[in-house]
């Protein structure tokens, strides 16, 4: 069955640092989204891609926050100045867009540590 | 915006004990519901969905009913098994608002399953 891959599983920084969180999201679909939880708390959305633009964003997606396709398969979180508020699982998900109702396949996230 | 709201956990059963978690919802359009369920130290894998009012999702002895006039997504197990322990979240997506709409989670409810 396909499936999303994020790398690293866990990645631990210094604080201002940027960090660069990997996801191949399934081949055959079109839209990419980025997901946070904090330790304990709901799961947040970040943002969405489409058409190698965002579509929708929160508010947590300030400027400190990038999105990135850079070829066919890779789809990319970057946080330019890491703060420790930022320690937190992230999640990459991928769907179709709507032809099964939207469903969103979730990879096994990127814990990200923030020291 | 769209909200979603479900019970508080977390909920200790024992083996084959009958399991329900509230789930209700607040959205300005058409929704579409979830559930997703979340193994320890795993990413969210999709349990179930229904995509209008009275389907009726199943899966792996799991059932939820999208109802419209109460705006509710309770989840209900007869029998429960030590391996359904996991974080159970509702979430719903308006794909009338766009395709490929960003997923609005619950905030989990962790069930216990003691043999």
């Known amino acids: 069955e396909p499936e999303v891959t994020q790398t690293p599983s866990h990645q631990v920084t210094q604080m201002g640092q940027e960090v660069i969180l990997r996801c191949v999201p399934i081949?055959?679909?079109?839209?990419f989204y980025w997901y946070r939880q904090i330790l304990g708390q709901k799961v947040e959305f970040l943002v969405s891609?489409?058409?190698?633009?965002?579509?929708?964003k929160s508010e947590i997606f300030d400027d400190q926050f990038s999105v990135e396709r850079p070829d066919g398969s890779n789809f990319t979180l970057k946080i330019r100045s890491t703060k420790l508020e930022d320690s937190a699982m992230y999640f990459c998900?991928?769907?179709?867009?709507?032809?099964?109702?939207?469903?969103?396949?979730f990879g096994a996230g990127t814990r990200l540590s923030v020291l | 915006g769209d909200s979603v709201t479900q019970m508080e956990g977390p909920v200790t059963l024992s083996e084959e004990a009958f399991l329900t978690i509230n789930c209700t919802y607040t959205?300005?359009?058409?929704?579409?519901l979830f559930w997703y369920v979340q193994y320890p130290g795993e990413g969210l894998q999709l349990l179930l969905k229904?995509?209008?009012?009275?389907d009726k999702g199943s899966n792996k002895g799991f059932e939820a009913t999208y109802r419209k006039e109460t705006t509710s997504f309770h989840l209900e197990k007869g029998s429960v098994q030590v391996s359904d322990s996991a974080v159970y979240f509702c979430?719903?997506?308006?794909?009338?608002?766009?395709?490929?709409?960003?997923?609005?989670f619950g905030g989990g409810t962790r069930v216990l399953v003691k043999p």
């Open positions: 998900a991928s769907s179709d867009g709507g032809i099964s109702g939207n469903i969103q396949y």
């Open positions: 081949s055959n679909h079109l839209y």
């Open positions: 891609f489409y058409n190698n633009e965002i579509s929708e």
């Open positions: 959205a300005t359009g058409y929704p579409s």
């Open positions: 229904a995509t209008k009012a009275d």
């Open positions: 979430a719903l997506s308006d794909l009338s608002k766009a395709a490929g709409n960003k997923l609005t």
